[in-house]
T-cell receptor
Framework: EDQVTQSPEALRLQEGESSSLNCSYT??????LFWYRQDPGKGPEFLFT???AGEEKEKERLKATLTKKESFLHITAPKPEDSATYLC??????????FGTGTRLQVTL | KAGVTQTPRYLIKTRGQQVTLSCSPI?????VSWYQQTPGQGLQFLFE???????NKGNFPGRFSGRQFSNSRSEMNVSTLELGDSALYLC???????????FGSGTQLSVL
């Protein structure tokens, strides 16, 4: 059965303090690794898709990377508006998207 | 371009009742997926429809069902509601399977 595990569950950073979120996955035949951001009371918002080990994608202060077993979401010099829950999801050969339980990020001044 | 629209936004039901939730995907999207989100379990996959056919189904009891219409709009139904069905139900659409998902804001269901 496909599994996705995210760590840490919660992370509190000061503005400007860079860090990384981890997503470990076990899926049969990875077809895509997705990162989403979810704000309270809203649905998840797409950030990145990664397809193969070694691939990297960047958007503003966020950079996502992928290995054969893990993905990392690096946050460089975060701002309070980056506070949200970050979700990782993996699609395997069954074409079913399996989500992790997310990392709640809080960035303080 | 309009996003994914889910109605209603909030719903309160009592145990034993049934409920129908509606989802209108982004224009041109033919794939619609449904997820249940709870604080403890995160997002759990319910089912996925593509061109009116159910492509995938998650590990939920038969009380949970869905369908997709020819205009790609989708509905999900939960019969004989239980307290544990209280959750945020999210609908997402995409051009096709394995494509990035666009989520609606969800329907918050409370079962009393």
């Amino acid at each position: 059965e496909d599994q996705v595990t995210q760590s840490p569950e919660a992370l509190r950073l000061q503005e400007g303090e860079s860090s990384s979120l981890n997503c470990s996955y076990t899926v049969s035949g990875l077809r895509g690794l997705f990162w989403y951001r979810q704000d309270p009371g809203k649905g998840p918002e797409f950030l990145f898709t990664l397809y193969s080990a070694g691939e990297e994608k960047e958007k503003e202060r966020l950079k996502a990377t992928l290995t054969k077993k893990e993905s990392f979401l690096h946050i460089t010099a975060p701002k309070p508006e980056d506070s949200a829950t970050y979700l990782c999801a993996a699609a395997g050969t069954a074409s079913k998207l399996t989500f992790g339980t997310g990392t709640r990020l809080q960035v303080t001044l | 371009k309009a996003g994914v629209t889910q109605t209603p936004r909030y719903l309160i039901k009592t145990r034993g009742q049934q409920v129908t939730l509606s989802c209108s995907p982004i224009s041109g999207h033919r794939s619609v997926s449904w997820y249940q989100q709870t604080p403890g379990q995160g997002l759990q996959f319910l089912f996925e429809y593509f061109s009116e056919t159910q492509r995938n189904k998650g590990n939920f009891p038969g009380r949970f069902s869905g369908r997709q219409f020819s205009n790609s709009r989708s509905e999900m139904n939960v019969s004989t509601l239980e307290l544990g069905d209280s959750a945020l139900y999210l609908c997402a659409s995409s051009f096709g399977p394995n494509e990035k998902l666009f989520f609606g804001s969800g329907t918050q269901l409370s079962v009393l």
